[in-house]
């Protein structure tokens, strides 16, 4: 949502969920960008608090089960600094020859997050269970 705006009513039920989805993702989320095609954090950069605000939204209208979808196979739910890599610093060099003697990789990689596009949560709301894309 803007700072210093209020959205827009939102679409009409009968609309379908599409609609609905694509005025929270506009008008709540400040996605003016946001297309069906949209994925939620590779395109749209939700991510952190704001999947539970986007999600909290879809809820308003289509049920609490909105919040128990696996979200964090689509979008990083972390958001900050992590304060434990400080406490790390003294004993990394440590840490580090310990992984290479090992033969180990010396950074954990990355997990890769899957696309969630918008198209698909309108069509999870309309069926109402969840599917995976």
Not at 106 to 115: A, E, G
Request: proline content about 8%; glycine content about 6%.
């Amino acid at each position: 949502m803007a700072l210093f705006s209020t959205p827009s009513e939102p679409p009409p039920e009968s609309e379908g969920a599409l609609a609905y989805v694509l005025w929270v993702a506009r008008e709540w989320m400040g996605a003016s960008n946001a297309e069906p095609s949209s994925a939620v954090m590779q395109d749209l950069g939700i991510f952190g608090d704001d999947v539970d605000d986007f999600a909290l939204k879809l809820a308003e209208r289509h049920g609490d089960w909105v919040a128990n979808w696996p979200w964090d196979e689509f979008a990083d739910l972390n958001e900050g600094t992590d304060v434990r890599g400080c406490l790390m610093l003294p004993i990394l060099p440590l840490l580090l020859a310990y992984r290479f003697i090992r033969g180990l990789p010396l950074l954990q990689p990355k997990q890769k997050l899957r696309r969630l596009e918008l198209a698909h949560i309108a069509k999870v709301l309309e069926a109402g269970e969840w599917s995976n894309p």
